[in-house]
């Protein structure tokens, strides 16, 4: 059987084909949807598809992921997986419930489970509500995010306020009870009429449970965590031979989460940086470019450097008093996809992007439609590898909150791992 998945961004995309390839699938990862007639590379069991949809009126995100779906299904996929954050980000009017709603509707499916649970990187799920290494969500540094700023733990009001679809809650009781239980909790919960169905998860164990409770359902959705209790059909997948690494290093970030400002504190002590200020961009975004360019230009060719425009939460605040939130954002990132390709043009063969909205820009300009899954760097974020003009592009996409302090500094020393031709 080959799972379809839908990722709501690219970095999400990203952590759910990591946590899929440990399991022992042969992973391929699509940026955006493949036009009508292009087919999924052979061999691949699980497909993920990238959007960027996470921020995009409902409407649009619910076309994009029908679309998906629709591909996905030309392509043999015979479950399907809706990937969003751990972090549950969403706007207030979706998009996590719509597109759910959505695709049960195109699944002719009664219900599915809501489980972001993510322990690996301490996203935990107890009586409802979303925990962020121990705090609630809505007492993390979630609660600054520029875009998409979380102020609500409670993921039944959060879903409430996306759907009109019924809520149900399978609370950590039943979940603790195992996988011979869990079912017939579920089942209740669905012959009342819940169709959407948040689940209490603290540990690894339990997301094994949940994903053996849901295993007869044509959509399950979550975090990436719920795919630990996924295997595939086969035999596991032998390790892909990867190039070795060669070329220019880079980083850039467009991400303003608190693991990320503290990743580029530590980045910028020990090598090159550069500052984008979002303001400059807005008076003068060429000559911005063009000084970027120049600057990188002038850096050691056989060290890794950093670009960077992510503001503090003071900083995002004023940037987006100035030009709107949703402006200020992709401003930023239109800067960050003309640097990538730039700089991919003059040699960077080892790019990591931070941000999933950044991410997203980025892989578009550089026109990057597939990408294999290499070595992890850490939970959540693998090396992956892309093919460009015939020669291979190392990327690593990594999500705001995911990493530790000296991800910038370490992720390099993953790659030199890598030594098969
Ligand atoms: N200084 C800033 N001013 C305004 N917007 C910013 C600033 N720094 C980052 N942003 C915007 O915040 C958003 C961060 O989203 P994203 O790239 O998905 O990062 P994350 O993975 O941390 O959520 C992007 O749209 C980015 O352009
Ligand atoms: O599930 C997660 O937390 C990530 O996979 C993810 O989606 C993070 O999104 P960004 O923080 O926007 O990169």
Sequence with gaps: M?????ADDFTGASDLANTLTQQGFQVAQLLGVPPEG???PGG???LVVALKSRTLPAGEAVAQSLAALHWLQQQGCQR????????????????IGPVTEALLDALNADWTIICPAFPATGRTVYQGHLFVHGALLSDSPMRHHPLTPMTDANLLRLLGAQTQLPVG???????????EAAPQALDHLARQGRRLIVT?????TDLRTLAEATQALPLITGASGLAVGLRPNGSSASARALPAPAGRRAILSGSASAATLEQIGRARALMPSLKLDVLNLADDFEAQISSAL???GQQPPDAPFLIYGSGTPEEV???QARLGAAQAGALLERALAVLAGQLVAGGVRQLIVAGGETSAAALQALEVQLLHIGPEIAPGVPWTLAEREGEPLYLALKSGNFGGPDFFLEAWKVLEGVHSA
């Design 2 to 6: 080959r799972y379809g998945c839908i």
């Design 317 to 319: 605040q004023q940037a």
């Design 200 to 204: 209490d998860a603290l540990t690894e």
């Design 294 to 296: 120049h600057w990188a």
């Design 169 to 179: 809650l399978l609370p950590y009781a039943e979940v603790r009870r195992g996988a």
């Design 44 to 46: 691949a069991d699980a």
């Design 38 to 40: 292009v087919a999924a």
């Design 80 to 95: 399907f997986y809706f990937k969003y954050c751990s972090t549950f980000d969403s706007t207030p009017s979706g998009n």
